[in-house]
């Protein structure tokens, strides 16, 4: 690098020499410093190495919220990395989601921050909060950092459709019929009932391993008007 000028304190053996150099480009690792002295009158030239540590940089890693519908195939995760170094983070960048695979992600910028994302499956997901994790590899000039955020999985609309049913006007009961179709990779738990006008409530049983659900009960009619 460029030779800069100390300036040397001291009226006895050794002189105290100091100078401020400019380290902003340097790479993380080992440097060799060298102090020169020019000859003068009484002296000869001399110079001595010391060694100059560059430590890695820690950036710093924000993760974004994202919120999903329950049943969503996959969502993209950003993240953004901030670092003070004049050079980017080279490390590699991952998501994962609580203790789920990890996949990498794209990073863009030419200063800080820089913008990562990834696509990641959520389809196995249940309702409810969890766990994003950012994660970036260590290079020459930073170290390895992560941090986290929230991914919400929201409750997913269900669609019910109830079939229409004929009865004899002093019939004592009808079986009464309705369809549950679902988009998540699993059926509904919830419990299904019918009821007629104001009357009252009765729990259907419904079957089916797929969307829709096929959901049905007996219910008592003889007390209904034509």
Avoid: E, Q, R, W
Avoid at 20 to 31: F, N, R
Avoid at 75 to 87: D, E, F, M, Q
Avoid at 123 to 152: E, F, K
Avoid at 212 to 224: I, Q
Wanted: with cysteine.
């Amino acid at each position: 690098g460029s030779t800069v000028t100390a300036t040397c304190t001291g009226s006895t053996s050794p002189l105290s020499c100091s100078a401020s150099y400019t380290v902003s480009s340097l790479t993380g690792g080992s440097h060799t410093i060298t102090a020169s002295l020019a000859a003068d009158t009484n002296y000869s030239a001399a110079s001595n190495t010391g060694t100059l540590t560059i430590s890695t940089a820690s950036p710093t890693v924000t993760v974004s919220a994202a919120t999903a519908a329950y049943g969503t195939a996959s969502i993209p995760l950003t993240a953004s990395v901030a670092y003070s170094g004049s050079a980017a983070p080279t490390g590699a960048v991952t998501f994962k989601v609580d203790t789920g695979s990890s996949v990498s992600a794209s990073c863009t910028g030419s200063t800080s921050p820089l913008s990562c994302s990834a696509s990641y499956t959520v389809s196995s997901l249940s309702g409810g909060s969890h766990t994003i994790t950012a994660s970036l590899a260590a290079d020459t000039n930073y170290s390895a950092v992560s941090n986290t955020g929230t991914l919400t999985i929201t409750m997913a609309p269900l669609t019910v459709t109830v079939a229409t049913v004929s009865a004899t006007y002093g019939s004592s009961s009808a079986t009464l019929t309705a369809s549950v179709a679902y988009t998540g990779g699993s059926a509904p738990t919830g419990a299904v009932t019918f009821k007629v006008d104001t009357g009252s409530s009765v729990t259907a049983t419904c079957t089916g391993s797929t969307s829709p659900l096929s959901c049905s009960a007996s219910y008592t009619v003889s007390t209904l008007t034509g």
